[in-house]
């Protein structure tokens, strides 16, 4: 048998090849908005608790912002 089979490749298939820049730009996406996220939530933890409680960090939240959680505060939903 000659080495003639074809193989496929979804990176290089014309009816594929949107699928892996669209998959590419979701994880780039994703990764921002964790990025962004996480320097929120620094941000916040760095504030003084007055300044907290001015933004509408209800009091037994401000441990929670200190811990840097992932949490949204009752006063943003």
């Known amino acids: 048998m000659k080495a003639t089979a074809i ?3 979804a990176a290089l298939d ?4 949107s699928v892996l820049p669209g998959w ?7 990764a921002k908005q964790s990025y962004e996220q996480r320097k929120l939530r620094e941000h916040l933890a760095s504030l003084d608790d007055a300044l907290l409680r001015d933004i509408g960090i209800a009091e037994d939240e401000i441990a929670r912002i ?6 949204t505060p009752r006063a943003w939903a």
């Open 66 to 71: 200190r811990a840097e959680e992932r949490f």
């Open 14 to 17: 014309p009816a594929g090849a």
């Open 24 to 30: 590419i730009s979701n994880l780039i996406a994703s």
């Open 7 to 9: 193989h496929h490749d």
